[in-house]
């Protein structure tokens, strides 16, 4: 069973530009969460949806940010006009009820 | 919210020592995970618990819901688990973790 899958890896963008962040999450997993972990920090909840659904987008900006998991296909995080302040690891967890899996993360880099 | 706090934040061992993590919480959780996460940003799964006391190798993990802590005993410490280590715990009813301040572990020869 493989894990939880993100990419790109590492994304480079310039200020202004879009960043899409996508999550495979395990299969049978039909909760998938987002996090953000700033340079030396702990990680900080984002958003958690279900197939079609967003459940809870308590921890993302309210602009310039959006997130997605459609029926079919991966879970996307989406910013917009990026800013430096946004260069962070970002990373992805699926769970299928109880335990939190996370993938390897993305890590965004804003020039 | 709740708050989760770890400790101690810095922690240097040598090779074969024995230590002890703590993770302090400020209310009921339904859910607590600890995570290591290595010195290549990856998170890797520990334990899964909300109470009880688990065993995984030279790993174990101890939580005492009741009073609101977790401990995490590593023993006989290899190089390879130097890196950060994090509770996190579930609440009430959000599904979220709550990630706390990490235990950076340094393991030397």
């Known amino acids: 069973n493989a894990g939880v899958m993100q990419n790109p890896r590492h994304l480079v963008r310039r200020r202004g530009q879009e960043a899409r962040l996508r999550c495979s999450p395990m299969?049978?997993?039909?909760?998938v969460y987002w996090y953000r972990q700033l340079p030396e920090e702990g990680l900080k909840f984002m958003v958690y949806l279900q197939k079609e659904n967003i459940i809870d987008e308590s921890g993302m900006p309210k602009e310039r940010f959006s997130a997605e998991f459609p029926k079919e296909g991966p879970s996307i995080l989406r910013i917009q006009q990026v800013v430096r302040g946004d260069s962070a690891a970002y990373f992805c967890?699926?769970?299928?009820?109880?335990?939190?899996?996370f993938g390897p993360g993305t890590r965004l880099t804003v020039l | 919210g709740i708050q989760v706090e770890q400790s101690p934040p810095d922690l240097i061992l040598q090779e074969g020592a024995n230590s002890t993590l703590r993770c302090n919480f400020s209310d009921s959780v339904n859910n607590l995970q600890w995570f290591h996460q290595n010195p290549w940003g990856q998170l890797i799964n520990l334990f899964y618990i909300p109470s009880g006391t688990k065993q995984n190798g030279r790993l174990s993990a101890t939580t005492v819901a009741t009073e609101r802590y977790s401990l995490l005993y590593i023993s006989s410490s290899q190089t390879t688990d130097s890196g950060v280590y994090f509770c996190?715990?579930?609440?009430?009813?959000?599904?979220?973790?709550?990630f706390g301040t990490g235990t950076r572990l340094q393991v030397t020869l």
């Open positions: 299969k049978g997993h039909s909760h």
């Open positions: 967890a699926s769970s299928p009820g109880d335990t939190q899996y």
């Open positions: 996190a715990v579930e609440a009430g009813t959000a599904s979220k973790l709550t």
